[in-house]
């Protein structure tokens, strides 16, 4: 009878005398899924990169011109991942884990599209996003966090008018922010919505090797 005794006080030591009641609560909707995936035999893989690369050459031109400077393609788009299949899968192993913890979309989900990046000194990625996809992914093949630059990512508002007004804010919150990013590391496979607005700050080092990747559903 004591053991029931003391519960009972306790129940009401909670509930009657608690100092901090729980007046408000503030609650963040529809978070952005973003998935970080070491790649966990990244040196192998990078050593068979740069083995095909020495067999391939920078294109003259492909097509994102408008948004990047000094960033080169290294081979025709999509010929490292068909030429190094295990590459692919390991990917797709990223994407499975993503998707099941981001989305949850029921189809299979496959790589469409893929191209490798050298970027140089000074070289600058702008905002940008990608269509005919549901996601995209950077894979971070030769990076140092310390010399090249790492990928943000921008608030996507549908207001033009967004914020009404410009209020200063005393403090940065979750929800004040307008682009964000987190430690990366070389290895990383990073993968997020297509159409979530990202690029890059200006390169300070040569040599920043990247694959990107957009995923779609298989037909």
Known sequence: MSQSHSQCAITMNLSDNLEDKIQSETYGFFPI???KYTLPNHEEVKKSILTWMGD???LPTHGRE???HNVKQVGPTNKLLTDLPHIEDALNLAITKHNAHAFNYKPNL?????????HGEGAIYAPHEHSN?????TYLINYDPEKHAFIK????VASNHYPIL???????TAFN???ATFNMQEGDVIIYPANLTHGYDSNPNPERITLTANITISK
Do not use: F, G, M
């Open 33 to 35: 899924p973003i998935t």
């Open 56 to 58: 391939e050459n920078l």
């Open 66 to 68: 408008a948004i990047s």
């Open 110 to 118: 496959v790589i469409n599209e893929s191209y490798l990046e050298l």
């Open 133 to 137: 996809c549901v996601y995209s992914l």
């Open 153 to 156: 990512w921008r608030k996507n």
């Open 166 to 172: 410009q209020i200063e804010s005393t403090d940065v």
């Open 177 to 179: 922010l307008t682009e």
